[in-house]
């Protein structure tokens, strides 16, 4: 005779463990698709090295025509061909209550490090690049806004 269970019982149980498995892995993923940036105070404090002109501003926007467009849209706005494929949907950049409480250090941060699903570009793209986009970002808000280049307030 087997030591086993009849299969009528082991069926509930193999069921609730599965139930309690996927409900675990929602609470997961919520958790973690949701959470929010967490920038070391350090890197709040950096300030972009650039130097501002429009041959930095001209580096910087086919940086971000290459690398950044599919997702963020043209002009920076979240609505590159690719943004309805990603959750959560990609930044308006353009959005000024969003970007200019962000210090060019929390932007550097992002960019360098990046956050499902935005990939990290550290490996991809040099110091200066990355630094350069800083510069473009801020460019998109102060146009958005103003219709012009970024301000030495929003540099920060």
């Known amino acids: ?17 599965l139930v309690l498995a996927a409900m675990a892995f ?3 993923y919520a958790v973690f698709q949701n959470s929010d940036w967490k920038i070391p105070e350090g890197a709040k404090s950096l300030k972009n090295p650039v130097v501002t002109s429009p ?10 025509r290459d690398e950044c467009a599919h997702c963020h849209g043209d002009t920076g706005k979240g609505d590159g061909p690719d943004a309805n494929k990603y959750k ?27 956050k499902r699903p935005m ?4 490996k991809r793209l040099t110091e200066e690049q990355r630094w350069q986009l800083v510069f473009l970002l801020r ?3 102060a146009k958005a806004n ?11």
């Open 1 to 17: 005779m087997s030591a086993r269970p009849p299969r009528s019982r082991r069926l509930p149980k193999v069921a609730f463990v």
């Open 119 to 122: 990939p990290a570009f550290k």
């Open 88 to 114: 959560p949907a990609p930044a308006d950049l353009t959005e000024a209550r969003h970007m200019q409480p962000q210090s060019d250090g929390e932007l550097f941060y992002k960019i360098t490090g990046g």
């Open 139 to 141: 460019a998109f808000t």
């Open 146 to 156: 103003t219709s012009g280049g970024p301000s030495d307030s929003q540099r920060k």
């Open 26 to 28: 929602v609470i997961l």
């Open 55 to 64: 041959d930095a501003l001209r580096a910087a926007r086919d940086l971000y």
